[in-house]
């Protein structure tokens, strides 16, 4: 073989290899990542997920809540895009009620998108111990933290009040919404919506993004409100490709 075929073959043997990867491996390739917050031995441990977008697919779903479940966590935050048509609500709460931790979330832009009632889902998110926070605060059952939750309807986010004898969370769906927290202080950010780009092409990064992400495309960035973590999503929208960004349960520990 010539040396210009062997190029051209591995050329075309990675292609392959990298297209199959975002068809058939990471579109249900779940991670469970790490992030410690503050220096010392951490003394509480939490987990995030998002961006669900629920089509009928029980068996990945149950697999989700089945990983969270696993890693005990005192409690779960949800940001957001439970599901994007009515017809796989119930389904989807009847999957999330199996969680084992109390559960906070917000909407997506989807959840709102979807035109279902919300009360279902509060139920829900109430029935695991949590809530399901319309710019709305409850403090967590053993008092350390107050978790904050976000609509993003307003033209800027109207003030929350929360206790400042605990640690607080803020939860919010886009990313690029911190920018409207004024002069607010939050222990932790957390939000979801961009999808990481779903595929983020090495030192390029991520070929496209929604809207209302800004710069705050995935992972931890520091911001003058607190730390802001962006989390890449359990589903997929608008087709069923990851590539370099594999979905994610976040699991903080501080």
């Not at 979807?114 to 009360?119: E, H």
Request: some cysteine; proline content about 6%.
């Amino acid at each position: 073989m010539t040396r210009r075929r062997f190029l051209a073959a591995t050329l075309l043997s990675s292609s392959l290899l990298a297209v199959a990867d975002a068809k058939w491996l990471e579109p249900n390739w779940v991670k469970t990542r790490h992030v410690r917050l503050g220096s010392g031995k951490p003394s509480h441990r939490f987990v995030q997920f998002t961006d669900v977008h629920h089509k009928g697919d029980r068996g990945y779903l149950q697999d989700v809540v089945s990983k969270i479940n696993a890693l005990s966590p005192e409690f779960v935050c949800f940001t957001g895009d439970l599901i994007e048509h009515s017809k796989f609500l119930k389904e989807s709460l009847d999957l999330m009620a199996a969680i084992k931790s109390p559960m906070y979330g917000i909407p997506g832009n989807h959840d709102y998108w979807s035109k279902v009632s919300f009360d279902p889902i509060a139920k829900c998110f109430a029935g695991t111990g949590g809530g399901w926070l319309l710019d709305q605060s409850m403090v967590t059952q053993d008092g350390n933290f107050s978790i904050v939750g976000a609509t993003c309807l307003s033209a800027r986010q109207p003030v929350i009040e929360a206790s400042t004898k605990t640690r607080r969370i803020f939860l919010m769906h886009y990313p690029g919404w911190v920018k409207q927290l004024g002069t607010e202080k939050y222990d932790l950010i957390l939000a979801g919506h961009s999808h990481g780009g779903q595929v983020r092409l090495p030192v390029y990064g991520p070929l496209i993004l929604p809207f209302g992400v800004d710069k705050y495309d995935l992972g931890m960035f520091q911001t003058v409100n607190g730390p802001l973590y962006v989390n890449p999503g359990i589903g997929w929208f608008p087709v069923p490709i990851r590539f370099n960004c594999r979905p994610e349960i976040t699991v903080f520990e501080l």
